[in-house]
């Protein structure tokens, strides 16, 4: 078989490790589609290359046409030499492929998604001139690459030692598709104290707060050996069973638990960014596990800059482009 490594590897597919652009430097890096599409191939999003499926003969991007076009003459049975002429899409199955925008608006867009502003719809609407709609679908597509990286990069938090505070709280859904209906929803969370710079925290829709639930989410999330404080709620009466130490302390009394010093104070606070960051006009039942993902995305990388870097480099993973290197 041929290397491809010589052939493909001065192309910039996937080349970039880590960067941490300003806007005004992104802004500059993006400013037109060239520039745009080069940003996406050297993070993995689009290809520049990619083996043809009918001939498997290596075909270079046509991005005046955004086609991959096979042109080998090949061997074809009763008709002789023919041109192999297969083609296809450079986006098909990659990010840019699920919606019709030009680079440079998919590009935009997926920054002020990433920022931290406060009303990221009215921003991507005014500044790329684009539909409610439109916005509503990239916004929801963007979290699913969020959700998907923060999968991956979980962890179970805490261990001897540690302590982590565990909490629920209700947030606000729709019913269904009437969006005028809402209902509550109960989240359980979690998060590790004493953890600067990065974010071990959990956050897991639960349909009820009983103890198989509640404890059945801590033996997944939670590392034995943790010390768990928690407000006086019976689901979680028996985890020193399952080998947690287990302080309590009851809310509507003290907030600090006077013997112990326990408390659930950082979580408490957490629950406040958590209902700010998730749509205050109501979420639909699916959309709850991404919205909480993405909150956690943005503690796991403060950066913005960096957190540009490892989105693009997670919807490269989510949908990966057909490269002969990949």
């Known amino acids: 078989m041929v290397d491809l490594q010589p052939v493909v590897q001065s192309c910039g597919y996937n080349v970039c490790r880590g960067c941490s652009f300003t806007n005004i430097e992104f802004n500059q890096k993006i400013s037109n589609e060239v520039e745009a599409r080069q940003f ?5 999003v689009l290809s520049c290359h990619a083996l043809c499926e009918k001939c498997g003969s290596r075909v270079s991007a046509d991005f005046d046409r955004n ?18 002429d297969t083609s296809r899409s450079v986006f098909s199955g990659t990010f840019c492929g699920h919606m019709h925008l030009d680079l440079e608006k998919i ?3 997926v920054n002020i998604f990433l920022s931290n502003h406060e009303d990221l719809m009215e921003e991507a609407m005014f500044e790329l001139k ?39 709280t209700t947030l606000e859904r729709r019913i269904d598709n ?4 809402l209902t509550e929803q109960w989240v359980c969370g979690g998060i590790e104290r004493g953890v600067r710079g990065e974010c071990k925290a959990f956050f897991v829709p639960v349909e009820n ?37 287990h302080l309590t302390v009851n809310r509507s009394k003290n907030f600090v638990n006077p013997r112990t010093g326990a408390h659930t104070q950082t ?6 960014e958590v209902r700010r960051h998730v749509s205050s006009a109501g979420f639909r039942q699916e959309e709850l596990s991404d919205y ?20 693009w480099k997670a919807a490269a993973t989510l949908y990966p482009p057909e490269h002969p290197l990949a």
């Open 40 to 44: 996406l191939i050297a993070h993995g």
């Open 67 to 84: 086609q991959f076009i096979c042109s080998k003459v090949i061997l074809v049975p009763r008709r002789g030499r023919a041109n192999c």
């Open 107 to 109: 590009c935009f867009l």
């Open 130 to 168: 684009l539909s409610s709609p439109t916005v509503l679908d990239w916004f929801s597509f963007c979290r699913k690459v969020v959700a998907d990286y923060v999968e991956r990069h979980s962890q179970c938090i805490g261990g001897v030692g540690k302590i982590v505070e565990i909490d629920e």
């Open 178 to 181: 009437r969006e005028s209906v």
């Open 209 to 245: 707060r009983t103890p198989e639930t509640l404890i059945g989410i801590v033996k997944r999330y939670v590392l034995p050996g943790t010390t768990i404080m928690t407000d006086c709620w019976k689901g979680y009466d028996s985890l020193e069973d399952f080998g947690y130490r």
């Open 267 to 272: 979580i408490q606070r957490l629950w406040v």
């Open 292 to 311: 909480l993902a993405d909150f956690i995305f943005r503690r796991m990388i403060p950066c913005y800059g960096r957190r540009r870097h490892a989105f």
